[in-house]
């Protein structure tokens, strides 16, 4: 009897509903990951399982250490990795550090352990506008154009396209909604053409065909209102530099709606205090693990990874013995 | 069954993780049987489907700490909601009465009242439950068979062979469903006397609904009066002047007289069934004619004519719910 029920929509067909709130999906998992897990969680009952499963759904804790696919799979799972990774790193932006782009596909990878550096790439370009890509960007800029880049990923992938047929002096008419194989392409050959996009495209026609291209999107993108905003700025713009705006435009992240605002991205005396008393915990019993759920042990791990400078140079050392293959194939769309 | 096609369907194409899936998917299926996931599955996205709720994740959590908190009697501090007052132990007859109110209530949550059948089913499993804690009663097979939403009998007797619910267990529900709606004690208050039983009567299940159904409606009343204040209130003015208070007051009134019209008790009953074609026709036209006359434009001209008279002073924001809450209040009849 709280607001969350709505009293009109019952006339939303089932699969529709069941549809759009992504349950299905959910609930599939839930029966994967108990399958995957059965003896570890038949001690303590499916029920109690289910209900920590969709309690951590519920909370954005869940995509902490799962597979790519997972985390990409929905909106809200999206918006959850974000979170996480703002808050698992925040101090890092506190603390003023530069990082580079490999760093961040570091940090990213010890949430997820599959994380294609494409995206990571792809979030770079957008911070340092497609210029020398191995230049140190600081937490908050490389946070909000992830943001958008990971959430919007495949919107921004169709603007590409638009943007390249644009440039090459191609009717915007004839723009096809790319396949999965042609985007991992993309960025090497946006890259080559970087002297051709600095006087970018008119923009009342990416303009149009952007709004076009909204009109029969099927995933998600940013605000129209937002984009129409940002390109009645200036005659011309470049790919990236419409990225760089969206990526700072207010409307979005609130769209989004899991990150603060600039001014407060640092700012969180709670988070503060609950850091302060782990690391009290983690200093006065090192190796007790005894408290909360799996998903806040976990938690707690990362935090404790986070903090010290080691672990990230630990994983470079990995990198290079490893040699980075973590090529994603991007085949199963949900 | 369309749940269970796409479930399995939906197994199948899962496919996130490993490829030894396909030769253990018979030893899963066992498993799965075993545990009784799917009927699990599949009692939760009823529910959920029946519920609409606009936060489906949020419905299946909730669902879920909820159905743990019932299995697990000695599970304390565990998500949910802190429903064992006891934990450990051997639950006394005091603790199993607390327990079945807290899912009695949870029920009850489950949907708005607008939602006719499933509030219906919902009110009859609360009913039900509550049932369950009268001495005498002995005839359900254990604390899962009232899950199943019976339809409602409609009949004045109650449902169980216990004869009702203890009219202290009624009364306690319909403090907390007030208390949830947001409504304070002292709103609720007046209504309460009205609906109220005496604790050792046996309530039957028509007077249970009654009452359960004019609680809900009335903490979506109060909800709403107290936006109406909010809408006249301007923040940084302190109080509303008393007259401009009385004049949403009175078109508040006027409107609730027409809804009614000369049955005096229609707002709560407009959920019962109607006996004629007729008589639905009637009422429609006068919720219609009530909502005309509490529309914004009714509102604003009583409001502009009371800027130049009336009385004077202010009216904070209590005295304006409880006026509206009285207003309330005398439509519903004393119960016993």
Known sequence: MTNRMSRFNST??????????????????????????????TQFGV????????SSVKNSNHVLFREFNYVKATPHNRASFIRVFW????????????????????????????????????ASRIVLMDDAIDCLM??????????????????????????????????????IVPTSTSIEQLPSVAAEETDREQDGVDTPTLAQCVDALC?????????????????????????????????????????????????????????????????????????SNSSGSAVGGALKEVQRKASPRRNIHHRRRMEVESDGSTEETDSSEN | MADKEKRRSGLGSAGLTGDGKASRSDSDRDFLTQAGVGELLRGA???????????????????????????????????????????????????QEQQHLNRALWHLRLAHHSQRSAFSNNVRVAYDLLNLSAPRTCSFDGPEAPDVPCSPTGGGGGGGVGGGVRGGLYTQTLQCLCSEGGVPASTSAPLLRRLHCQDHEAVPYDVFRHGVLTCAVFSDYIRQAQRLYAEVCCPDEGPVSRALCMAVLGTLKEALETSQGSDANNIVNANAKANSCLEVNVKAIRYLEASAKISPCKLAQAMSGAQTRGPGGNMDAKEFENAAAELFITRVKVVS
């Open chain 1, 47 to 54: 029920i109690r399982y289910l209900a920590e499963y969709f």
């Open chain 1, 87 to 122: 808050r698992c790193y925040r101090q890092i932006g506190k603390s003023g550090d530069l990082l580079s782009m490999l760093e961040y596909r570091s940090l990213l990878q010890l949430l997820c352990p599959d994380f294609p550096v494409e995206m990571v790439q792809s």
């Open chain 1, 12 to 41: 939303v067909p089932v699969d529709e509903y069941l549809a759009d709130s992504n349950v299905m999906f959910y609930l599939s998992d839930a029966v994967t990951q108990l399958l995957e897990h059965k003896e570890e969680y």
């Open chain 1, 215 to 287: 009109d029969r999107f099927k995933h998600s993108f940013p605000p129209r209102a937002c984009m129409r905003d940002i390109l009645e700025q200036s005659d011309k713009v470049s790919y990236y530099s419409f990225l760089m705006s969206l990526a700072k435009h207010e409307t979005v992240n609130q769209t989004i709606g899991v990150l603060p605002t600039k001014a407060e991205l640092l700012i969180d005396p709670e988070m503060d205090q609950e850091l302060d008393k782990l690391i009290a915990q983690i200093s006065v019993s090192p190796g």
């Open chain 1, 138 to 175: 600081s937490f908050s800029d490389f946070l909000y154009a992830f943001q958008l880049q990971f959430y919007y990923q495949e919107f921004l992938d169709s603007v590409l396209l638009i943007y390249q047929d644009l440039l090459a002096g191609k009717s915007p008419n004839t723009v």
């Open chain 2, 45 to 95: 996205v009823l529910k959920m489907v029946e519920a609409r709720s606009d936060d489906p994740i949020g419905f299946l959590a909730d669902h879920f700490c909820n159905l743990a908190s019932m299995t697990d009697p000695g599970g304390a501090g565990w998500g949910g909601e802190g429903e064992q007052p006891n934990s450990g132990g051997p639950m006394g007859a005091g603790a």
